[in-house]
C-alpha cells in the first residue's frame, strides 16, 4: 500500500480482538470493526502469527509480496489446509485489512472535519483488474457528509476494493467547479454467504457490494468490544456458546478489555449510590443518572447446563449478564453487601467460583455461586428471569437473562452448612 499509515488507522486495527473462525461467514458486517479474524483460521496460535503479519503490513508498510512469505511461513508451521489458491488467499487477507483499516482511519478523520469539510466525493482507483460496473459508475459522485447513501457505501464495499472518499469544503467546490449530486437509488440483491460452512444464509445486500460491506467501516467501535462476542453467543444454542466463550475469554486481551468494561460500569454505579447518600442525608432529592446499562460478564459452563437440563431446565441463553440496577441496590448504604471492588472484579470470580449450588426451592429456577474470596461471599444467579429494563429512550421493556441479582458476604458455619442441604450441588465444593 502506498500510503503511510497514520494514528486512526493504526488504532482502529490494534483495538481489535483476536477471534477464531471456521468459515468468513462466522462474523459479518460491524463485528469486522472489533474482532480481526483469518477465515478458516481455528487457532489462537495461528491467527496471533497472522496478526504479527498483518501488523508488520499496516505499520510498517510492509508489500504484498513481503506479506506472502509470512504467509507462507504460517501455513507451512501450521500445516493450514485453507480455502482458495495461495496467491488471491493472500491478497484477500492483506487487501482487507489494510484497505478496511485504513478507510476506517480516513472516515475518523472525515467526520472530524465535517463542519469544514462536509462534502465527499467517491472516487474509484482506475487500473483495476475485473472493476465492478457500480463502483466506476460512482466515481465522482458528490455527496453531502450527512447522506444517508453513505451509510452503506462509503468504502471499501467489497473483497480487493480500493475505492476511496475525498472530502471538499463548499470553496472547494466553487473553485474547481464540481456540484453536488443525487444519491443513486439502492438496489438490493439475495446473495448467500457461507455457501460452504456450516453456517449458510441468506442475506440483503445493495448490489455493487458484497455481504458484510454495505457499512461504513470503524462507524460501531463506540460500542464496548466484548459485548459484541457475547451478542453472538446468545443467538446460539447454549452449550455451544459456553464452550466458545469459555475459550474466548481465557485470550488476555479479551479478558483485560472486559474487566475494563465491568470495572468503568461499576464505578458509574458506585458514583450514583453516593450522590442518592449525599442527597440523603441532606435531606433532598436530586438525578442521580440513568442505571439502564446491561453489560454480559460470563458464561455458564458446560457441565452446568447439563445437570440444569437433566432437571427439566432448557436454557435460551448461556451468557451472564449484569445489570447496573443491581449493582446499585447491592451497594446501597446500610446493605449486608460485598464491596465495590468485589462487583469491579465479577468476571474473575464467576469463572473460578467454588461450588455451584442449584436452589430447587424457588419459583424461579435459581444458581448459587459460591465465590471464595477473603472471606466467603454468596452471589445469587437468577436463570430465565424475566425483568423490566429501560433502553437508552427511558422506555420500559421486558427481556429474558441470566443475571446476577445480589451478592453478600457468608459465614460457614455448621448453621449454614445445614441450610444448604436444600440446595442441589451441581459444581465444586466447600471445604
Known amino acids: 500500500m502506498a500510503k503511510l499509515p497514520f494514528a486512526e488507522q493504526i488504532n482502529y486495527h490494534r483495538a481489535k ?48 509480496e513481503e506479506f506472502r512469505k509470512d504467509f507462507d511461513s504460517i501455513v507451512a508451521k501450521y500445516g493450514w489446509d485453507y480455502k482458495g489458491g495461495r496467491n488471491w488467499r493472500s491478497r484477500t ?118 455481504a458484510g460491506f454495505d457499512r461504513i467501516p470503524g462507524s460501531s467501535r463506540n460500542a464496548d468490544p466484548t459485548q459484541f462476542l457475547f451478542d453472538k453467543a446468545s443467538v446460539v444454542p447454549p452449550l455451544m456458546a459456553s464452550r466458545v466463550m469459555q475459550s474466548t475469554l481465557q485470550i488476555p486481551e479479551v479478558r483485560k478489555l472486559l474487566n475494563q468494561e465491568v470495572a468503568a460500569m461499576v464505578d458509574r454505579v458506585e458514583a450514583a449510590v453516593a450522590k442518592a447518600h449525599a442527597y440523603q442525608a441532606a435531606g433532598t432529592r436530586g438525578y442521580i443518572g440513568d442505571l439502564i446499562i446491561n453489560k454480559s460478564i460470563g458464561v455458564l459452563p458446560a457441565e452446568i447446563i447439563d445437570a440444569l437440563a437433566a432437571k427439566g431446565i432448557e436454557l435460551r441463553s448461556s451468557v451472564i449478564s449484569l445489570l447496573e440496577a443491581d449493582i446499585y441496590h447491592a451497594l446501597r448504604p446500610g446493605k449486608d ?88 450441588l451441581l459444581y465444586g465444593g466447600i471445604e
Open 337 to 424: 453487601a460485598l464491596p465495590a471492588d468485589f462487583w469491579r472484579n465479577i468476571v474473575e470470580y464467576i469463572s473460578k467460583p467454588e461450588a455451584i449450588y442449584f436452589d430447587k426451592t424457588k419459583a424461579v429456577p435459581t444458581l448459587l455461586y459460591i465465590i471464595d474470596v477473603k472471606d466467603k461471599g454468596k452471589v445469587i444467579l437468577k436463570l430465565e428471569d424475566l425483568i423490566k429494563v429501560q433502553n437508552g429512550e427511558r422506555k420500559q421493556s421486558k427481556m429474558t437473562l441470566n443475571h446476577l441479582r445480589s451478592g453478600k458476604p457468608i459465614k460457614w458455619d455448621k448453621k449454614m452448612r445445614e441450610s444448604f442441604m436444600q440446595y442441589d
Open 17 to 64: 480482538l483476536n477471534l477464531p473462525t471456521e468459515s468468513y461467514a462466522d462474523i459479518l458486517g460491524e463485528e469486522h470493526d472489533h474482532a480481526f479474524v483469518v477465515a478458516g483460521a481455528n487457532r489462537l496460535d495461528m491467527l496471533a502469527d497472522f496478526r504479527a503479519a498483518v501488523d508488520k503490513a499496516i505499520i510498517d508498510g510492509t508489500t504484498l
Open 93 to 210: 487477507i492483506y487487501d482487507t485489512n489494510l484497505y478496511g483499516s485504513y478507510q476506517a482511519g480516513r472516515y475518523e478523520q472525515q467526520r472530524e472535519m465535517a463542519k469544514l469539510k462536509p462534502y465527499w466525493e467517491y472516487r474509484h482507483r482506475a487500473g483495476q483488474k475485473d472493476p465492478r460496473e457500480e463502483h466506476e459508475a460512482w466515481h465522482g459522485l458528490i455527496l453531502h457528509c450527512d447522506d444517508p447513501w453513505w451509510q452503506t457505501h462509503y468504502p471499501i464495499n467489497a473483497y480487493n476494493c480500493k475505492c476511496s472518499v475525498f472530502a471538499h469544503s463548499k470553496g472547494d467546490l466553487e473553485r474547481k467547479g464540481l456540484k453536488v449530486g443525487v444519491a443513486p437509488p439502492i438496489e438490493y440483491e439475495t446473495q448467500i454467504i457461507g455457501k460452504n460452512s456450516d453456517n449458510p444464509r441468506a442475506v440483503q445486500v445493495p448490489k455493487g457490494l458484497d
